[in-house]
């Protein structure tokens, strides 16, 4: 399906004038009809009797966390500098054919779009020059600009250690004396050929610097390409030597791929390596240090265009 089903002209909606003073800002997410199962997140793993877990973040479901995250932004952005609006690749709506179109149609002529995606996969390279491409081409009148990614931000690794200190009680720490602990960090799965995990190695060695002594980190992915959690989970055991694992879905909110690949294959793991403790952290869901990682890919576009270094 061509990303422009509906002419701009054809649009509900009113082009109130040119508004030069802010910029619109498309918050592009992957997305998801998913709501809010347990069966699906890491609470699955210890809930007994429908109980959920003390540690159990709540996690919204993808269409209101994403919802949450776009308030968050707009919030850190101000409304008089930015007008921003959530699109999503599949499942919810506006599309970015559709945010583009109505965010021209309420005068706004500068527009940046946020890829708001924790890795470097299909969806945040190709797919996402696709979009570009093809709303330039369409739309020549709007000034259009592509953020970097969310990446291998420091908070996003303070957020990660966040999730592991959210089992202090529940999974051993090194303080316990009962050996080392391992973290396996496991992002949603892609081919390497869209995405070489470079940034994620990076994500990796700085959660492992931040919790620092006794605790050894390695990351994953949860399917398709390299590394994959059971290399992962070799190193942690065979190599390092840890005597727990704690995974750590690097995941906004629940959903198949927390469910099927990251506790499934923690479960096949298990079996490989009955002796060592195995824990899963609740996945990231909604986070201001998220939110300012974004705000801050957003400044700085506005800073090059501006000519300010």
């Known amino acids: 399906m061509a990303l422009f089903d509906t002419p701009i002209s054809q649009h509900n909606g009113t082009n109130s004038g040119a508004d030069n003073t802010r910029w619109g800002v498309i918050l592009l997410c992957?997305?998801?009809?998913?709501?809010?199962s347990r069966e699906e997140c890491s609470c699955a793993w210890v809930a007994e009797n429908g109980s959920s877990?003390?540690?159990c973040r709540n996690c919204p479901s993808t269409p209101q966390g994403l919802a949450e995250a776009s308030h968050r932004l707009?919030?850190?952005l101000g409304e008089t500098e930015a007008k921003v609006l959530l699109s999503c690749l599949e499942f919810i709506q506006p599309h970015p054919?559709?945010?583009v179109q109505i965010l021209a149609e309420q005068?706004?002529?500068?527009?940046?779009?946020m890829p708001y995606l924790l890795g470097h996969g299909k969806h945040a390279t190709e797919e996402m020059e696709e979009v570009v491409g093809e709303l330039r081409a369409n739309l020549p009148?709007?000034?259009?600009?592509?953020t970097q990614g969310l990446g291998a931000d420091p908070r996003m690794a303070d957020l990660v250690v966040e999730r592991v200190h959210?089992?202090?009680?529940?999974?051993?720490t090194p303080a316990d004396g009962k050996g080392d602990v391992g973290i396996l960090l496991v992002k949603a799965g892609t081919k390497t050929q869209y995405d070489d995990c470079l940034w994620m190695q990076e994500l990796g060695e700085m959660v492992e610097q931040r919790l620092g002594m006794g605790y050894a980190v390695e990351v994953a992915q949860s399917h398709y390409g390299d590394p994959t959690m059971p290399a992962a989970a070799a190193k942690l055991v065979e190599e390092r030597g840890v005597s727990s694992v704690v995974f750590v879905p690097y995941l906004f909110f629940p959903g198949l791929i927390l469910q099927r690949n990251v506790l499934g294959g923690m479960k096949e793991l298990q079996k490989k390596y009955p002796k060592v403790a195995m824990h899963i952290a609740p996945p990231l869901g909604v986070d201001d240090r998220v939110v300012a990682v974004a705000a801050d890919r957003v400044r700085d576009v506005w800073r090059q265009t501006a000519g300010v270094s």
């Open 166 to 172: 959210d089992l202090d009680g529940v999974a051993p």
């Open 107 to 113: 005068g706004l002529q500068r527009l940046v779009i």
């Open 30 to 36: 992957h997305g998801s009809q998913r709501g809010t």
């Open 53 to 55: 877990p003390a540690w």
């Open 97 to 99: 054919d559709q945010a």
């Open 74 to 76: 707009q919030a850190a």
């Open 141 to 146: 009148q709007v000034q259009l600009e592509l």
